[in-house]
Nanobody, 125 residues
Framework: QVQLVDSGGGWVQAGGSLRLSCAAS????????MAWFRQVPGKGREFVAG????????YYADSVKGRFTISRDNAKNTVDLQMNSLKPEDTAVYYCAAVSRRVGVALTSNAYDCWGQGTQVTVSS
């Protein structure tokens, strides 16, 4: 399995921006479709954005469309999430996740095999 390490979370005021990064190791990175999920206490993990193994296809939750951008660099084994125009309701722990490219970019967390440790994003009003 691929190992994932998330970074880049923090505190920001509403309207601000943050960039999350996920570094992968252990397996060929382009074997995996990648995604970002988020979770708040008491709720399950919510799909935020996904990207195909080639980077050619991207997917977004309606709540973040137009504000967040997912990208990947297969040469550097990284996937990033640029988050702009942040809102207090974006506050959560964000996780990157990987699934075999044979599966596709799934929108549900139970499809994903590998997870980062999570990084906290806090948006104040």
């Amino acid at each position: 399995q691929v190992q994932l390490v998330d970074s880049g979370g923090g505190w920001v005021q509403a309207g601000g921006s943050l960039r999350l990064s996920c570094a992968a190791s252990g397996r060929p990175f382009n074997n995996y479709n990648m995604a970002w999920f988020r979770q708040v206490p008491g709720k399950g993990r919510e799909f935020v954005a996904g990207i195909s193994w080639s980077g050619k296809s991207t997917y977004y939750a309606d709540s973040v469309k137009g504000r967040f951008t997912i990208s990947r660099d297969n040469a550097k084994n990284t996937v990033d999430l640029q988050m702009n125009s942040l809102k207090p309701e974006d506050t959560a722990v964000y996780y990157c996740a990987a699934v075999s490219r044979r599966v596709g970019v799934a929108l549900t967390s139970n499809a994903y095999d590998c997870w980062g440790q999570g990084t906290q994003v806090t948006v104040s009003s």
